[in-house]
């Protein structure tokens, strides 16, 4: 069994900053990709930023230069830093972690269950 669990949501006031984490735990061989996604209400989830097992990155544009997404690999955990926040931020956040439970087995991507970030004055 793989778990992501998620933690770090909560309310904040417009331009203020938030630190998301979310540890992987379980039985897990390797990861190759980490990232966070988000859904506001009445939207589709969307891609907030990613990070490879190599480092490299990808930023949604809404967040770009906002947002930095990072990962300690040695504890299978991935963090998203969120500045200069906006009311458009708002929505539930979820991690999501691409990876193998046996070297000889498929890849599968597993979701964290959402935290809440509110953006509000």
């Known amino acids: 069994q793989v778990q992501l669990v998620e933690s770090g949501g909560g309310l904040v006031q417009p331009g203020g900053s938030l630190r998301l984490s979310c540890a992987a735990s379980g039985r897990i061989f390797s990861i190759n990709v980490m990232g966070w996604h988000r859904q506001a209400p009445g939207k589709q989830r969307e891609l907030v930023a990613q990070?490879?097992?190599?480092?490299?990155?990808n930023y949604a544009d809404s967040v770009k230069g906002r947002f930095t997404i990072s990962r300690d690999n040695a504890n299978n955990t991935v963090y998203l830093q969120m500045n200069s926040l906006k009311l458009e931020d708002t929505a539930v956040y979820y991690c999501?972690?691409?990876?193998?439970?046996?070297?000889?087995?498929?890849?599968?991507?597993?979701w964290g269950q959402g935290t809440q970030v509110t953006v509000s004055s």
């Open positions: 990070v490879t097992s190599g480092g490299n990155t």
């Open positions: 999501q972690a691409d990876l193998k439970t046996t070297d000889w087995g498929p890849q599968y991507r597993y």
